[in-house]
């Protein structure tokens, strides 16, 4: 089936600390995974993605890692700052007969606290 | 660019009436998707074109009719709404189809009295 398992729900850290958000997928996910951040009243915004033929990616303070064998990754945000505070999802790629589905972890919502 | 656009910001309607939500990108993505989001949830999938055709539709209620006029624009006609049909509407966009990246608009955000 067609399951992204994220946790934790909620995450609170201090300033500068870092965050760590992890996701399992099952097992027909396709080799996409990507991350997206969402403030409050607006649209999802992709944040980063990693493929499956990588086990990770940077960009500054973000990273994600990829575990295949064990169906999971991970977002790490390094030196967080309050406008990291929003709610993160997770989400795998499925292939579908039209294309590819994207499934989405339940979120997580971080506040970092100043 | 890779902006996805949606008009209203915000809308509210009467279970009576019909109203459209618009979606619009310039990307040259040929695959457009509908998306409904309930407060502290995740998208869920409504509809997928795909080269503007319907190529999905996910058990959607027939009150929700969506329409593809042309590559750049996606809308979602709305007649009958119900009280529960309150949430945020997204639209996104990729590549292809097979494209896994998809890119996401503001939303609109629905209330339904």
């Known amino acids: 089936g067609e399951n992204v398992e994220q946790h934790p729900s909620t995450l609170s850290v201090q300033e500068g600390d870092s965050a760590v958000i992890k996701c399992t997928y099952s097992?027909?996910?396709?080799?996409?995974f990507p991350w997206y951040k969402q403030e409050l009243g607006k649209g999802p915004q992709l944040i980063i993605d990693?493929?499956?033929?990588?086990g990770e990616k940077k960009d500054q303070r973000i990273a994600v890692t990829l575990n295949k064998t064990a169906k999971h990754f991970s977002l790490h945000i390094t030196e967080t700052q309050p406008e990291d505070s929003a709610v993160y999802f997770c989400?795998?790629?499925?292939?579908?007969?039209?294309?590819?589905?994207?499934?989405f972890g339940a979120g997580t919502i971080l506040r970092v606290k100043s | 660019d890779t902006e996805v656009t949606q008009t209203p910001k915000h809308l509210v309607m009467g279970m009576t009436n019909k109203k459209s939500l618009k979606c619009e990108q310039h990307?040259?993505?040929?695959?457009m998707y509908w998306y409904k989001q309930k407060a502290k949830k995740p998208p869920e999938l409504m509809f997928v074109?795909?080269?503007?055709?319907?190529?999905i539709n996910e058990s959607v209620p027939s009150r929700f009719s969506p329409e593809c006029p042309n590559s750049s624009l996606l809308n979602l006609h709305l007649h009958a709404l119900q009280p529960e049909d309150s949430a945020l509407y997204l639209c996104?966009?990729?590549?292809?189809?097979?494209?896994?990246?998809?890119?996401f608009g503001p939303g609109t955000r629905l209330t339904v009295l």
């Open positions: 996104a966009s990729s590549q292809a189809p097979q494209g896994d990246t998809q890119y």
């Open positions: 097992d027909s996910a396709s080799n996409y």
């Open positions: 990693i493929r499956s033929n990588v």
């Open positions: 989400a795998a790629s499925y292939v579908k007969e039209y294309g590819n589905k994207l499934v």
């Open positions: 990307m040259g993505h040929r695959a």
């Open positions: 074109y795909s080269y503007e055709k319907l190529s």
